[in-house]
């Protein structure tokens, strides 16, 4: 079993920068891969970035794409995500998210197996 603990949400203005924690425990990663997933009011839960934990290859939203970085933090079992350049769109709660596997991309909520839960982010203008 692998636990998510998400945190760093808030309120920023539009142009500002947060970053993201997710505290992960339960498991040894290194055969798993991370991503970051966002669900706006009254819309679906959709893919930002995800990471391979081994060797830390990581895919990007094509809306998020030179603005946000996922990275990972072995010593300290954390996934982070840098949000830079924010724009009200962004709004939405961030889900953190694991599952099995570092092989293929996987950009639909059904392909993870693990979720926290979640931690809200709010741009304003």
């Known amino acids: 079993q692998v636990q998510l603990v998400e945190s760093g949400g808030g309120l920023v203005q539009a142009g500002g920068s947060l970053r993201l924690s997710c505290a992960i425990s339960?498991?040894?990663?290194?055969?798993?891969?991370m991503a970051w997933f966002r669900q706006a009011p009254g819309k679906e839960r959709d893919f930002v970035a995800s990471?391979?934990?081994?060797?830390?290859?990581?895919r990007y939203s094509n809306s998020v794409k030179g603005r946000f970085t996922i990275s990972r933090d072995s010593a300290k079992n954390t996934v982070y995500l840098q949000m830079n350049t924010l724009k009200p769109e962004d709004t939405a709660v961030y889900f953190c998210?694991?599952?099995?596997?570092?092989?293929?991309?996987?950009?639909?909520?059904?392909?993870?197996?693990?979720w926290g839960q979640g931690t809200r982010v709010t741009v304003s203008t």
């Open positions: 339960g498991r040894t990663l290194v055969s798993y891969s």
């Open positions: 990471i391979t934990w081994n060797v830390g290859y990581a």
């Open positions: 998210a694991a599952r099995r596997g570092i092989s293929g991309a996987y950009y639909s909520s059904n392909d993870y197996d693990y």
